[in-house]
């Protein structure tokens, strides 16, 4: 599976930016797939992922309730809508597709995925 993640840029505090990552392969509904973010001087870090069928999501405590995954099997994408942009949000985000999904802590592993894409770059100006 080969990703593309898109859609990053630069906005002020408060906007909203939908990040997009698009799938090469047959196979991507059988895929969880997942959004990680990393700053600089920071470890990669979980933000969102969705399960293969789009039936259940998951959020890290710092986006939830800002920020919706969702998917489109058909279309071989995923999506992260991003509302109420704050500077801690910047990074350099990254789209992921794993085979096991089911529970947080797996969803949540950077371990837990086996293809990712290059990054999209997210800033955010106060």
């Known amino acids: 599976v080969q990703l593309q993640a898109s859609g990053g840029g630069l906005v002020q505090a408060g906007g909203s930016l939908r990040l997009s990552c698009a799938a090469s392969g047959r196979t991507f509904s059988a895929y969880v797939m997942g959004w990680f973010r990393q700053a600089p001087g920071k470890e990669r870090e979980f933000v969102a992922a969705?399960?293969?069928?789009?039936?259940?999501?998951y959020y890290a405590d710092s986006v939830k309730g800002r920020f919706t995954v969702s998917r489109d099997n058909d279309k071989n994408t995923v999506y992260v809508q991003m509302n109420s942009l704050n500077p801690e949000d910047t990074a350099v985000y990254y789209c992921a597709a794993g085979r096991w999904g089911g529970i947080y802590s797996i969803v949540a592993r950077t371990t837990s995925y086996d293809f990712w894409g290059q990054g999209t770059q997210v800033t955010v100006s106060s």
């Open positions: 969705i399960s293969s069928s789009g039936g259940s999501t």
